[in-house]
């Protein structure tokens, strides 16, 4: 690989969805002489084991507003960059099985209200219209979020990661950040194994490994941890395939489909229904 450039304004050390998700923003700030270093390929971290569920029910008011801008760019990235993100706004539903989860949803949909994220609390039996494959043995109402849905994690950092390049930041993948020292004349200087670079600000978005970049400038204890996190990929189900993506989880969790899919379709599913019924 050729050596790197020597100088730039900003370097970010990790291209997972939130170091490329930082270098388009900037670039869109017109921001110049950006540059970001990745030690794999873009998204070989976290990002690229996401199940890229961007949902809007969120209960912190500023996560709320970060979730609801993803949404609205995932949508009309591709417009822009030519690059498909692999976004479904099939729109959720979160289950409420108490009285005390439905007081929960109004203390998000406040926020939501406030955010401008579409939102409603609903009835059970209006998740039979939105969803009818789910029982609602012990379920009381939900959250119904309908502009919200899910993301091909690794599309859509690419195509950020597009938009960042067209906007002139410079991208070097299978390069390792191996130190950062900080110079006499203020600047940082970033060693790669392809070169070293000199810049005014260095943002560490190495996910997982944050901790380790974290120590290069002699900050310990970086307070991330790894958790263990799964889902379940299954067969196809030949009645849900036709509803395209449905995610059903457990309570704490949400349910998903397409919902424009499933207005065209609705009266043709009727039959299935019933005989889906227990
Ligand atoms: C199984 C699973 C399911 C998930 N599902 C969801 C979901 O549905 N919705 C959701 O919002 N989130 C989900 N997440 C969380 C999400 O994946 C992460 O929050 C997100 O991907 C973190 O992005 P990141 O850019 O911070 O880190 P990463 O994607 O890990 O990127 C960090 C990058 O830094 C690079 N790097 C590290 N050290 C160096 C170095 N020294 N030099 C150069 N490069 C370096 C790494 O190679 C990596 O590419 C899920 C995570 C997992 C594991």
């Known amino acids: 690989m050729d050596k790197i450039q020597t100088h730039a304004k900003l370097v970010v050390i990790g291209g997972g969805i939130l170091g490329v998700s930082l270098l388009y923003h900037l670039a869109k700030e017109g921001w110049k002489d950006l540059v970001l270093i990745e030690k794999g390929e873009l998204t070989s ?4 084991h996401a ?4 949902p809007h029910m969120i209960g912190s008011y500023n996560l709320a507003k970060v979730h609801l801008h993803s949404t609205n760019l995932y949508k ?3 417009k822009e960059t030519g690059q498909a993100t692999g976004f479904h706004d099939c729109g959720s539903l979160r289950l409420a099985y108490k009285q005390e989860d439905i007081e929960w949803f109004h203390y998000i949909k406040g926020i939501l209200d406030n955010v401008g994220a579409p939102a409603e609390i609903i009835s059970a039996q209006e998740i039979k219209k939105i969803h009818p494959f789910i029982r609602l043995d012990g379920i009381v109402g939900a959250f119904y979020t309908p502009e919200d849905g899910h ?6 950092t690419n195509a950020m990661a597009k938009g960042a390049r067209n906007g002139g930041a410079k991208i070097y993948r299978k390069n390792r950040v191996t130190d950062i020292k900080l110079l006499p004349s203020g600047e940082w200087k970033v060693f790669t194994e ?5 810049c005014e600000h260095v943002v560490n978005a190495a996910g997982s490994f944050c901790p380790e970049v974290g120590e290069m400038v002699g900050l310990k204890n970086i307070p991330s941890i790894n958790m263990i996190h799964h889902y379940l990929v299954t067969d196809e189900h030949s009645e849900i395939k036709k509803l395209t993506k ?10 998903w489909k397409n919902l424009k899919v499933l207005k065209k379709k609705k009266l043709q599913l009727k039959d299935k229904i019933v005989k889906l019924s227990p």
């Open 76 to 78: 009309q990235l591709e």
């Open 151 to 156: 993301t091909d994690p690794t599309s859509t």
């Open 246 to 255: 449905t995610r059903m989880n457990d309570r704490t969790s949400s349910s």
């Open 51 to 54: 199940a890229g569920q961007c």
């Open 194 to 198: 392809n070169g070293d670079i000199v």
């Open 45 to 48: 971290g976290s990002t690229w």
